[in-house]
């Protein structure tokens, strides 16, 4: 009866730690594929700046900028191309970037759509840009300004624990 006994406690005391260890891998990949939205983020911002902000053809113009367009002229990550020509998907499941331009070209801004709220300050706060929107809050980059404060607060603040993050870049801004 004594053996037994242990025997359970031990399935038990197994059954807890396979459990732990299972989340602690959902979180190492949700991480990871939060570290790939920022490098993706990168990727995409750096090429654009390169191929519509001056470098190449002398002027800055980004009003053409859009998913069409950025995957034509390459400035998209293939693994983030369905084959379409026009979609352009996050790392998680169901998530989308859509990239837009301004009609005076001098801004370009990629929304991410269906960021899970676990990445969405670290996509956030990596990013060099003049301007964000998260949920539709407006965060504030002025100086003096608590801005990873204002992120933490706009991405915890999402309903079905996904998040909008809209990142705007101007004409030289680096």
Known sequence: MFQALIMI?????????????????NQMFSGGLGN????????????????????LNGATNFSTVGNAEAIRAGAVPSDMLNGDGQTIKGPWVGSTVQLTGSSDGGTFYESWLQVPGSACVSLANAQSV???????????????????SQVAQACNGTAGNYSSVQLSYVMNFS
Do not use: C, P, R, W
């Open 130 to 148: 003049n301007y964000m929107n998260i949920n539709g809050t407006a965060i504030n980059m002025g100086a003096g300004q608590n801005v990873a």
């Open 36 to 55: 790939t939205a920022v490098e993706d983020a990168n990727f995409i911002s750096t090429h654009i700046k390169s191929i519509y902000g001056g470098s």
């Open 9 to 25: 406690g031990a399935l038990l005391v197994g059954v807890y730690l396979l459990g732990q260890a299972a989340g602690g891998v």
